[in-house]
C-alpha cells in the first residue's frame, strides 16, 4: 500500500501568507513636480532617505513642467501625494495645476502638497481658501524630518481614504446585485401561498 502524505494549509496561514506578501509588495507613489532640477534632486534624494513603517517602499515620480506632470498623473492613477511648485513656466502654473488635478482629471483622493520659494506669489491663506489641498510650505522651512512626516502623514492618510473608497466600491457592487435580486423576486409577483 502507497502511502501519500498531504500537507494543509489552514485558512489562517494562508490569510496571513498572502497579508505578509501584500505588504512586502506595497508601494506608495509620490510626485514631485519641481521646474528647479538641484531642488527637485535634493528633494528625491531627501525622499529616498525616508524609511516607512511595514516594508513599504517609496517610488519617487519627478516632472519638471506642469505638462510632464499631466502626463505622470494619466499613466499613474496610483499616486499618493503630489509635491507641487507652484511658481513654474509662470506665477500661477502650479495653481491651475491643482485645477487641472481635481477637476479635469477627475482626481479627489491625491493629497497636494504646495511647496513654493515665492510665497508672495500666491498667499497662503487666501490659497489654502481657493484650492482643494492639502498643506502649504514655504521651501526654505522644509527641513528632512518636517519632509519626512509631511510625506509619512499624507501617505497614510491617502492610503487610509483610498481603502475607504475602494470599500465603498465594493458596498455599491453589493448593494446593486440586492437590487437586481430583489426586483426579480417581488413580493408582488410570487404566487399567493395555499
Given at each position: ?132 489641498i492639502d498643506e502649504y ?58
Amino acid at each position: 500500500m502507497v502511502k501519500s502524505t498531504y500537507s494543509f494549509v489552514f485558512l489562517e496561514e494562508k490569510d496571513k501568507s498572502q497579508k505578509d506578501s501584500e505588504q512586502l509588495s506595497k508601494v506608495w507613489k509620490v510626485l514631485s513636480v519641481e521646474d528647479d532640477l538641484d531642488y527637485q534632486n535634493a528633494l528625491v534624494s531627501s525622499l529616498e532617505a525616508l524609511i516607512l513603517p511595514n516594508n513599504i517602499q517609496l517610488k519617487i515620480l519627478t516632472a519638471n513642467s506642469a505638462f510632464e506632470a499631466s502626463n505622470v498623473l494619466s499613466a499613474h492613477k496610483d499616486i499618493g501625494l503630489i509635491l507641487l511648485d507652484v511658481v513654474m513656466e509662470d506665477d500661477d502654473t502650479g495653481l491651475r495645476l491643482v485645477s487641472t488635478i481635481r477637476e479635469e482629471l477627475g482626481n479627489a483622493l491625491v493629497r497636494i502638497v504646495l511647496v513654493t520659494g515665492q510665497p508672495g506669489f500666491a498667499p497662503e491663506k487666501e490659497v489654502m481658501s481657493a484650492l482643494d489641498i492639502d498643506e502649504y510650505w514655504n521651501k526654505a522651512d522644509l527641513k528632512l524630518n518636517k519632509l519626512h512626516s509631511i510625506v509619512s502623514s499624507n501617505m497614510r492618510t491617502w492610503n487610509y481614504i483610498s481603502e475607504l473608497a475602494d470599500a465603498r466600491q465594493g458596498l455599491k457592487v453589493v448593494l446593486d446585485a440586492a437590487r437586481t435580486i430583489n426586483s426579480r423576486y417581488d413580493l408582488a409577483t410570487l404566487p399567493a401561498p395555499y
